[in-house]
């Protein structure tokens, strides 16, 4: 039962490992107006891709009680 638990704690996180060191595309989009959003998927029909940037996001900070 303990590897079990271990093999399944092992596989989130290298699974959570390996989705923060894939880049990420930060899309501009604008659309027939002149309206402008930013989103990380395909911009939407009716509007174009202005610009698009990778980034990497950053690791998640957790706090405890006696850091504070």
């Not at 996180?13 to 604008?30: D, I, Y």
């Not at 959003?37 to 698009?52: L, M, T, V």
Request: proline content about 4%.
């Amino acid at each position: 039962m303990e590897r079990i638990a271990l093999a399944l704690w092992l596989g989130v996180f290298s699974a959570s490992t390996l989705a923060q060191s894939q880049p990420h595309v930060l899309r501009k989009c604008v659309d027939a107006k002149g309206g402008v959003s930013y989103q990380n998927a395909a911009c939407p029909a009716g509007s174009r891709e202005a610009g698009a940037r990778e980034y990497r996001p950053e690791a998640d900070v957790v706090y405890d009680a006696d850091s504070a």
